[in-house]
């Protein structure tokens, strides 16, 4: 092996190294006792392996205060799955008509779509709250959904537009020869061959939606409707910091996330490969 390779391979377990130290201080001191956590012993592997931190992180504890992530992290999934679907779909819709089925003014409304991506959610945060008040959605599940429906379209569309313009347009203009109308050729042609498209929208939309701290803070103040994200901020305590109950909860809400790319990342990538992202 030639020595140049070997010192890249060197680099890149370094770099492999240094990413992965947070995760093994994460998980050996989930599995410590609180009398073991430590910051002198922060790199020492547990005497004994515990998992009582993991039950007091999903179930709580009442006496100190703590409240478990458990009705949270159902929120979570009652928040992205209907999220991630309604906005990919949406995308879909949105690409095939600005691809194929173009209309005058499209080549505006598409950029008039993108801007929304640049805008800082910041921004428009009292604007947001105000709209979700007087819709009544405001500290509901369903006001999260929709906020994160709302702000997903750009980038579905984004994809699902680059991707579609690698369908042959002869083939769309074949099928309303033959009478197929806009839903039809959508449900019979388009459809069928956007799986790789739908593939990286669902796992890119699972993830952000998943993993967003802000909208689940502003928009949902009630902690019995809170996403997982925000309520691992409040697992702490009302006294003390117990680091390990801290951590075991980091470790379930990471969890989602990890096993989507461990089991569906092959899909992902052949979406990418695909041209799912190409041009942006």
Do not use: C
Not at 74 to 103: D, R
Not at 165 to 193: C, H, M, N, Q
Request: no cysteine; aromatic share 14%.
């Amino acid at each position: 092996m030639k020595l140049s390779r070997v010192l890249i391979y060197l680099v890149l377990i370094l770099f492999a190294i240094f990413y992965l130290t947070p995760v093994y201080v994460l998980l050996i001191t989930s599995m410590k006792s609180f009398a073991e956590v430590d910051l002198k012993r922060m790199w020492n592997p547990p005497k004994t392996i515990s998992f009582e931190s993991f039950v007091k992180a999903w179930l709580g504890d009442s006496k100190k205060g703590l409240r478990g992530l458990s009705q949270n992290f159902l929120n979570s999934l009652y928040l992205v799955i209907p999220a991630t679907i309604i906005s990919a779909l949406l995308g879909s819709m949105n690409g095939y008509v600005l691809t194929k089925w173009k209309f005058q003014g499209a080549n505006i409304i598409f950029p008039l779509l993108l801007f929304g991506m640049f805008i800082p959610y910041q921004s428009i945060l009292i604007p947001l709250v105000q709209v979700l008040q007087r819709m009544k959605l405001y500290s509901t599940i369903y006001g999260l959904i929709f906020v994160h429906v709302v702000y997903g379209i750009p980038i579905t569309t984004l994809i699902f537009r680059n991707y579609y313009s690698t369908i042959p347009t002869e083939l769309i203009e074949a099928a309303k020869i033959d009478g197929a109308d806009f839903l039809g050729i959508y449900r019979r042609i388009v459809l069928p061959v956007s799986m790789p498209a739908f593939a990286v929208v669902m796992i890119w939309q699972f993830t952000s939606i998943w993993n967003d701290f802000l909208f689940g803070l502003v928009v949902a103040p009630n902690p019995s409707v809170q996403p997982v994200t925000v309520a691992l901020n409040n697992l702490a305590g009302s006294y003390f910091v117990e680091w390990n109950i801290q951590m075991a909860g980091a470790l379930i809400t990471a969890l989602p996330p990890l096993l989507v790319y461990i089991f569906l990342g092959k899909y992902f990538m052949r979406g990418l490969l695909s041209g799912s992202l190409s041009g942006v």
